[in-house]
Each structure stands twice: as structure tokens, then as C-alpha cells.
């Protein structure tokens, strides 16, 4: 079947919608400023389809848009795989003494059940999922390993996470608005196709093109692809495809590739899935005999009291405040960072008030290598930088300590740089 072309391009306005809210800042911020920002924009990533052609009565674009908004899938389980690959080079497993570097000192090691610190290892590499959900009270998410399984599990007000290679137990409990707690947490690292499907709608403006490319078949259900491509060059965004079912509007896979080829950047599709009501006793959780359980209140309690580390709600209170909304006009730093450029070529600019990144043999061991494996140096009007690289976001660290940061190549952050001056 050819693909459905549309000659009605989605515009900002069609999509408005869908861009309501940006993420919150993510519970603990890696101290590598291109880690932390591939990490927060992982959401921009889509997933070809499986093969198969199945007929399907034509639809538009945004018809095919409407339908992902309308779509209000309240009862589902499945298998999903995702593969993430960001260009990083093998970090040998620095992204957990990262990770753990946000805990006080003196606390201990926190907790491996965590779900803010385990969610992070969906940033590389290739995991599969299985999900469960029963409407806004009840949902099921576990990252299957070689020979052990994390689970988070929201059920009423009780929120569990279970790493079985540790038998540690992490338990939290939900606000008062059903499901509030356990989206917050999850909507720091997205995970389903979903997910990753809001979060690109979101980049959708006049410098996107928005098509049907065709229909496939995922896990065994008929769907559409919805392809979105940037207008603009510079960016190193290729294409997103989004498989939406054709009868619920659910998005089933979703992938990104970038800009420069090969593989995607991610991939994220089901495997299997059914939309009937799962068995109650999927989100039932008791501590395994034995099991060493830490409550949310003490990691935040130990934190407080070691003095270095904050309480989630005062680091976003401080994060919005400093980095709050982005904002076209305005100095870096205040109400929001600077924004240079439009669209997919939009480069956010933070002035951290320091002496930019130091080389990695100033650092030394294993970050100051993983920091001279992702840098190249930099020069123009601006003066000079380091730019940090990865395969979908770059960061320039200019040595006057601002920060330039998007989905572009190198030229356009250097230009960035110098137009600021």
C-alpha cells in the first residue's frame, strides 16, 4: 500500500493540544550536563513499525493526531522491547556511581530498588518490559535482566519497588490525586511507546512535517504510521514513526533515527499486547521474607540531615525556579534559559556562572575519561568550548562557563554561540 500522504502538514495550532505541560526536572541531576539533558530528551524518539500491510480505510495527519489524543486506553498488559542507543561509549558502569553520587554522604548506597535511579539504565542499551495496567490506581511496570527482574508497582496509595538481585524493596506512597506520585516518577525517564509518542507531539510546529506513512502490523494488531520529519537542516533529528492502533489510537511502537543514519536512536515497541482487564493479583505486593525494605521518607530524611543532597520537592522547587519555563527572550538564568532559533533548531542557552567543564585529565579516572570520549573542542566570536556529543543531543561548554544545548550539530551550536555575542 503507498503511503497516505497529506498535504495538510500539522501546524502548531492543530496540535496545541497535545503540548500542554513540560516535564519536571528529573529527581536527581547526573553532574554531566549532556548526560543529564540525552537522558530528559529520550521522549523525542519514535520506532519504525513491523513489517506487514494491512488495509486500512485512509485517514490525515491530523485526524491520525486527534485519534493518539482521544485515545483513553484504561486496561492493558503486554511485553515491550526498547533499545536506546545515544552514540555513548561503554561507561563500565559510571551511570551508577553517578547515580549514587546523588545520595548523601554517609547514608549508605540508598536503595538499588529505587525507581528514580533504576529507570535510568532504560538510557542504553536494549531492555525488555512488561506492563499492566487497570486504570489511574493500578499499574505494573518490570525491566526484565539475565537472571533478575525489577518491579514498580502503583497500587492504590502504596507504591513498591522490588529488585530481586538485591532482594531490596523500596516503598512510597501515591498524592492524593490517583496515579499523581507514580507518573511523576515515571514521566522522568519515558519507557512505553506512549510516552515517547507525547513527548515528540510536543516538538510538532510550522517546522514539522507530519504524514501517514502507510500502515503496519505490531504485535499482532493493525495500525498507521505517523511519520514526523523536520522541515529544518542543522538538526540532528532524521525522522520520528510512531505505529498508532488503528482501533484504539494507543501508540505500539515508536522510533527515532537520527539525522546522520544508521541505527535508531531508540526503539520501542510492543511485542505482545492484549487490551482485556488484567487479574487483580498482578499488582498485589508483599515484601519477600527477608527482603531489606527502605521507606521513601528516610532517603530524603538521610539527605536532609547529611546536608548534600535536597528533598525532592525543595530541588524542584529551586530547579523551576532557576530554569522554569523556556522562554524565546530573556537572559539565561532568569524565569528561564535564553532560547536561540526556532523549531528542531532550537538551542537552549544556561550561564552557570562557573569556568565551564574541566578536561578530563583534570578530572582524571573514570569521568575524566568518559569526558574526553564525548568532547571536541570548539572556537569562534564566542571564544572557545568544549562541545559534548552524543548521537541525537550536543551540549557546547564554552570555557566562560554558558551552556548551548539541542537537537543540532555542531555548526549550529557555534553559531549559537556567536550570535550571543
Known amino acids: 500500500m503507498a503511503p497516505y500522504e497529506s498535504d495538510d502538514s500539522t501546524t502548531a495550532a492543530e496540535v496545541d493540544d497535545l503540548r500542554a505541560g513540560r516535564r519536571k526536572a528529573a529527581r536527581y541531576v547526573v553532574p554531566v550536563a549532556v548526560m543529564g539533558v540525552a537522558a530528559a530528551t529520550i521522549g523525542?524518539?519514535?520506532?519504525?513499525?513491523?513489517?506487514?500491510?494491512?488495509?486500512?480505510?485512509?485517514?490525515?495527519?491530523?485526524?491520525?493526531?486527534?485519534?493518539?489524543?482521544?485515545?483513553?486506553?484504561?486496561?492493558?498488559?503486554?511485553?515491550?522491547?526498547?533499545?536506546t542507543d545515544l552514540g555513548l561509549p561503554d561507561l563500565g558502569g559510571l551511570e551508577s556511581s553517578l547515580t549514587s553520587g546523588a545520595m548523601p554522604s554517609g547514608s549508605g548506597e540508598g536503595s538499588s530498588a529505587d525507581p528514580s535511579a533504576k529507570l535510568t539504565e532504560l538510557a542504553s542499551g536494549t531492555h525488555t518490559l512488561r506492563v499492566a495496567v487497570d486504570g489511574e490506581?493500578?499499574?505494573?511496570?518490570?525491566?526484565?535482566?539475565?537472571?533478575?527482574?525489577?518491579?514498580?508497582?502503583?497500587?492504590?496509595?502504596?507504591i513498591w519497588g522490588y529488585d530481586s538481585k538485591s532482594n531490596e524493596v523500596f516503598h512510597g506512597t501515591a498524592d492524593e490525586a490517583p496515579g499523581q506520585k507514580e507518573k511523576g516518577r515515571t514521566e522522568e525517564v519515558p519507557a512505553t511507546p506512549k510516552e515517547f509518542t507525547e513527548e515528540a507531539l510536543k516538538a510538532v510546529d510550522d517546522?514539522?512535517?507530519?504524514?501517514?506513512?502507510?500502515?503496519?502490523?505490531?504485535?499482532?494488531?493493525?495500525?498507521?504510521?505517523?511519520?514526523?520529519?523536520?522541515?529544518?537542516?542543522?538538526?540532528?533529528?532524521?525522522?520520528?514513526?510512531?505505529?498508532?492502533?488503528?482501533?484504539?489510537?494507543?501508540?505500539?511502537?515508536?522510533?527515532?533515527?537520527?539525522?546522520?543514519?544508521?541505527?535508531?536512536?531508540?526503539?520501542?515497541?510492543?511485542?505482545?499486547?492484549?487490551?482485556?482487564?488484567?487479574?487483580?493479583?498482578?499488582?498485589?505486593?508483599?515484601?519477600?521474607?527477608?527482603?531489606?525494605?527502605?521507606?521513601?521518607?528516610?532517603l530524603e530524611g538521610e539527605a536532609q540531615k547529611h546536608g548534600s543532597a535536597k528533598s525532592e520537592d525543595e530541588f524542584r522547587k529551586e530547579f523551576e525556579k532557576e530554569f522554569g519555563g523556556a522562554k524565546s527572550e530573556g537572559k539565561a538564568g532568569q524565569g528561564g534559559p535564553e532560547i536561540i532559533g526556532e523549531g528542531w533548531n532550537s538551542v537552549a542557552v544556561f550561564d552557570t556562572g562557573g569556568e565551564g567543564i574541566p578536561s578530563g585529565s583534570e578530572v582524571g579516572g573514570d569521568m575524566g575519561g568518559f569526558l574526553d570520549s564525548l568532547g571536541d573542542k570548539a572556537t569562534?566570536?564566542?571564544?572557545?568550548?568544549?562541545?559534548?556529543k552524543t548521537r541525537l543531543i550536543n551540549a557546547l561548554v564554552t570555557d566562560d562557563g554558558k551552556v548551548y544545548v539541542g537537537a543540532v550539530d555542531k555548526d549550529a551550536l557555534v553559531k549559537a554561540a556567536d550570535s550571543g555575542k
Do not use: C
Request: without cysteine; hydrophobic residues 35%.
Open 137 to 158: 490506581d493500578k499499574q505494573k511496570l518490570s525491566l526484565l535482566e539475565n537472571a533478575s527482574e525489577y518491579s514498580l508497582i502503583h497500587n492504590g496509595k502504596d
Open 44 to 83: 523525542l524518539v519514535p520506532a519504525i513499525a513491523d513489517s506487514g500491510d494491512p488495509d486500512l480505510p485512509d485517514i490525515t495527519a491530523q485526524q491520525l493526531i486527534e485519534k493518539i489524543a482521544q485515545s483513553d486506553v484504561q486496561q492493558l498488559s503486554g511485553t515491550f522491547k526498547i533499545t
Open 207 to 298: 517546522t514539522t512535517s507530519v504524514t501517514v506513512d502507510g500502515t503496519a502490523q505490531v504485535a499482532g494488531r493493525d495500525a498507521y504510521r505517523l511519520l514526523i520529519k523536520p522541515k529544518q537542516s542543522g538538526t540532528t533529528v532524521g525522522a520520528i514513526s510512531v505505529a498508532v492502533d488503528a482501533k484504539t489510537g494507543m501508540p505500539l511502537k515508536f522510533t527515532l533515527t537520527p539525522s546522520s543514519g544508521g541505527a535508531a536512536v531508540i526503539d520501542a515497541g510492543f511485542t505482545q499486547v492484549s487490551f482485556a482487564k488484567p487479574d487483580a493479583s498482578t499488582f498485589d505486593f508483599t515484601p519477600p521474607k527477608g527482603a531489606k525494605v527502605t521507606e521513601e521518607g528516610e
Open 380 to 388: 569562534g566570536k564566542f571564544g572557545s568550548g568544549t562541545v559534548f
